[in-house]
């Protein structure tokens, strides 16, 4: 796109606005990384630049005494259950309103309409007394159940708006040849929705791993907690080592650099194709 | 399509798992907490129906009155600062062609971080010896060299300022979508009149994104309600209730007084907000906003 021409000028003093207001964005998590690799010593002397000596020992250390390895299995359990899970039913859903329509089906979209907007106060008490009488307290199984439901209606809504503009012509000429509907689903509408998966798995991995509240809920024993909560547990454990802290945060934000860095489009249209909570 | 049309009950297999899983987590609880709202459980023993008992001790407890100002507050201010940098830096990216994208994944890039993460980086930067506090202290500006988290007149501004950092790209990227939908021939024939960059802005761009904008109004008001993870994290609700907010109160009456039927109030006061500002903007959808 070209946009309005600009004076050159304007083009620099929009240049340094912008440059400030990406620095405010980014120089936070500048700190965050050089803390990561800086001596607990340095703090003192040093506690917003660039470490003199860079001590990759920080990401060792707290990645055994926080017992990362068992914390990391832990959240990637819940993402990798939610993401199939939410994807499996929500791809089903999202064809069958895309491209099948039963009658009736308007009132399920109604209902996910309305179910994004519940906020999480109005059911998370009777939910918690419901998990704890069917014994799903304390269980990755219950938290992926609950982050499935929280994201089914996203992804659902987001896979339809892509399958509907598949040509229909493709199912009709697949019925004539005598397919049923699950085989319309699973040789025709699936193979062509590779695009959309991605992305909504994606973020519903991003989602599961940052969510903070259901799992601060919903897992009270150390063992079973995720990245999230150990991390809130873990600024108060060490609350003065801050290289430890840092480190360990890196640690959660990595695997999102990474996938942001590779997957940049997906994540942003994603995320702001609405519906999700940030 | 009629092809399918007497498949029905084959198309139904399809929406029951999502509709079973939804109804299970969060409707039928749902509507428990609606019919418990009228009760004083507490989570063990009889229920007893108390009729709007609850919703009067509501009304008059003056620290939901407090968290509920907060609210007030907090949603104004996200209506008002990030709204505004994001309006600009979106408008200031559509007039640059270098390095766009750029700038466009650095604005973003917080949005995809984890409260707990934000949260921390903040504490620290804010921290009265170690961040800022410790700089401001060395050059001499004292009033500045205090956590604005522990202080009773800045603790809620200070939370704010943490969760609208991390959010303000997600509405710079929603802006610029509109923004590149916007036929440039408008702007060329603004430029020939002699049009200032601010009047394109205020008589072009901002009736051309009226549909962007009024929808991240709308997500900002709804998502203003359930805030809860930077201020459970970075102050509690403290000091002294000067910032808690309804989300964390409601979260205490539950988890740490196990009052079922009070916090079901609440909920169920937040749920009806909710539900009116959504019903809002649809009549408004229907009246021909045109959103």
């Known amino acids: ?278 | 399509m009629k092809i399918f049309s007497n498949k029905n009950f084959v198309a139904w297999y399809f929406v029951f798992p999502v509709a079973f899983i939804h109804l299970f987590v969060i409707g039928i609880p749902s509507l428990a907490s609606l019919a418990l709202c009228l009760t004083d459980w507490r989570g063990l023993g009889e229920i007893n129906y108390i009729g709007f008992e609850n919703f009067i001790e509501l009304f008059d407890d003056r620290y939901l009155k407090k968290a509920i100002i907060n609210n007030v507050i907090w949603t104004i201010a996200f209506l008002t600062v990030p709204v505004g940098i994001a309006l600009t830096c979106a408008y200031l990216l559509t007039g640059i062609k270098r390095g766009q994208m750029f700038f466009r994944l650095a604005f973003f890039f917080p949005y995809m971080l984890a409260s707990v993460i934000n949260c921390q980086i903040w504490k620290y930067l804010f921290h009265p010896i170690h961040g800022l506090g410790g700089f401001f202290e060395r050059i001499g500006w004292d009033f500045l060299a205090v956590s604005p988290f522990t202080m009773k007149s800045t603790s809620l501004f200070a939370v704010a300022f943490v969760d609208g950092w991390h959010f303000w790209g997600f509405l710079v990227v929603i802006y610029l979508t509109g923004m590149y939908q916007v036929d440039n021939h408008l702007y060329e024939a603004a430029d020939i009149e002699g049009a200032t960059k601010f009047q394109k802005f205020r008589y072009i761009t901002l009736p051309m994104i009226r549909p962007v904008f009024v929808f991240s109004i709308m997500i900002i008001i709804i998502w203003s309600v359930p805030v809860f993870d930077y201020v459970y994290i970075l102050t509690g609700g403290g000091p002294a209730y000067s910032s808690e907010v309804i989300a964390n109160y409601m979260y205490s009456q539950a988890f740490e007084r196990f009052d079922v039927g009070y916090s079901s109030a609440i909920g169920t006061l937040m749920f009806f907000y909710v539900m009116i500002i959504v019903a809002l903007f649809g009549l408004f959808r229907k009246a021909g906003w045109d959103i």
């Open chain 1, 1 to 278: 796109m070209i946009v309005a021409k600009y004076r050159s000028r304007e083009v620099i003093s929009n240049y340094i606005i912008l440059i400030i207001f990406a620095l405010i964005a980014i120089l936070p998590l500048a700190v965050l990384l050089f803390n990561s690799i800086k001596p607990q010593m340095e703090f003192g002397v040093n506690p917003l630049g660039p470490p003199s000596e860079i001590r990759f020992e920080n990401f060792s250390e707290a990645w055994v005494k926080g017992e990362y390895a068992k914390v990391f299995f832990n959240s990637l359990k819940l993402v990798a259950g939610s993401v199939l899970l939410c994807l499996a039913v929500s791809l089903a859903a999202g064809f069958s309103l895309a491209k099948l329509n039963p009658k009736g089906s308007a009132i399920i979209a109604v209902y996910l309409l309305v179910g994004i907007s519940i906020p999480a106060q109005l059911y998370i008490v009777p939910l918690f007394l419901l998990w704890k009488e069917i014994h799903l307290l304390n269980t990755h199984i219950g938290l992926i159940i609950i982050y499935t439901a929280l994201n089914a209606p996203f992804a659902t809504f987001l896979i339809r708006s892509y399958m509907i503009r598949l040509p229909d012509e493709l199912f009709e000429a697949a019925r004539l040849d005598g397919a049923n509907t699950f085989q319309l689903f699973f040789r025709v509408a699936l193979p062509l929705s590779w695009p959309v998966i991605l992305t909504a798995g994606l973020i519903i991995a991003l989602a599961v791993w940052n969510e903070f509240l259901f799992a601060l809920t919903f897992i009270s024993e150390e063992g079973f907690k995720p990245m999230a909560t150990i991390l809130f547990a873990f600024q108060w454990r060490f609350e003065n080592n801050y290289a430890l802290q840092s480190a360990s945060a890196i640690m959660m934000v990595a695997p999102v650099a990474i996938l942001f860095m590779l997957f940049q489009r997906r994540f942003i249209s994603g995320l702001t194709s609405g519906g999700l909570k940030g």
